[in-house]
């Protein structure tokens, strides 16, 4: 049974750098993308970005300078990293598998099939 | 960015009732496009993408359908744990983007 479990510091100062891992059971990281996704209080679902077993990456336009994300596979983990964070970036932050559902001349078509449970991550002094 | 609308934000009903939840996107999507079931402290459940294909072990009561930029979410005959938060999420542009969800609430 795939099994994705986020972990992180739940208080950020701003400024700082918000790091969180999602570590991953019941199925390894390769051939798949791992995604990043989060629901600021209130608000709507934010896609963050993916990140392949290989470490490719590719994020959403609106964080792309102050995202990374990384992968480890010998523990199975992949991990984010936001930099300069302000209170805008308070939310629960979710880690997903993405599942590729076809792919043509137009595209390669992903949806979401494992979801961490999700943890929030509250900047403030 | 593709912008999803997502109506009701929520709804009441009763164990029983059949209820239907909209998504509509700013452009075409085709039928890239997934349900989700959510409820606090758990982790999202797919439930059906491509529009109206029912992931495995999902139970038959749900259904999708739709293309293009409106789909449809129709639970028939609900059941207890079926009252969450439900969103729809559009995987035909990046970035992906979700609905802003619908409360499923009891009656």
């Known amino acids: 049974q795939v099994q994705l479990q986020e972990s992180g510091p739940g208080l950020v100062k701003p400024s700082e750098t918000l790091s969180l891992t999602c570590s991953v059971s019941?199925?390894?990281?390769?051939?798949?993308?791992w995604t990043w996704i989060r629901q600021p209080p209130g608000k709507g679902l934010e896609y963050i970005g993916y990140?392949?077993?290989?470490?490719?990456?590719k994020y959403n336009p609106s964080l792309k300078s102050r995202v990374s994300m990384s992968v480890d596979t010998s523990k199975n983990q992949f991990s984010l990293t936001v930099n300069s964070v302000t209170a805008a970036d308070t939310a629960v932050y979710y880690c997903?598998?993405?599942?590729?559902?076809?792919?043509?001349?137009?595209?390669?078509?992903?949806?979401?099939?494992?979801w961490g449970q999700g943890t929030l991550v509250t900047v403030s002094s | 960015d593709i912008q999803m609308t997502q109506s009701p934000s929520t709804l009441s009903a009763s164990v029983g009732d059949r209820v239907t939840i909209t998504c509509r996107a700013s452009?075409?999507?085709?039928?890239?496009l997934a349900w989700y079931q959510h409820k606090p402290g758990e982790a999202p459940k797919l439930l059906i993408y491509?529009?109206?294909t029912l992931e495995s072990d999902v139970p038959s009561r749900f259904s999708g359908s739709g293309s293009a930029t409106e789909f449809t979410l129709t639970i028939n005959s609900l059941q207890p744990d079926d009252f969450a938060t439900y969103f729809c999420?559009?995987?035909?542009?990046?970035?992906?983007?979700f609905g802003q969800g619908t409360k499923l609430d009891i009656k």
């Open positions: 452009q075409g999507i085709g039928s890239w």
């Open positions: 019941g199925v390894y990281l390769s051939s798949y993308y």
């Open positions: 997903a598998r993405r599942r590729l559902n076809y792919y043509d001349d137009s595209g390669y078509y992903y949806y979401f099939d494992y």
């Open positions: 990140i392949y077993y290989t470490g490719s990456t």
């Open positions: 491509q529009a109206s």
């Open positions: 999420q559009q995987y035909h542009s990046q970035p992906d983007t």
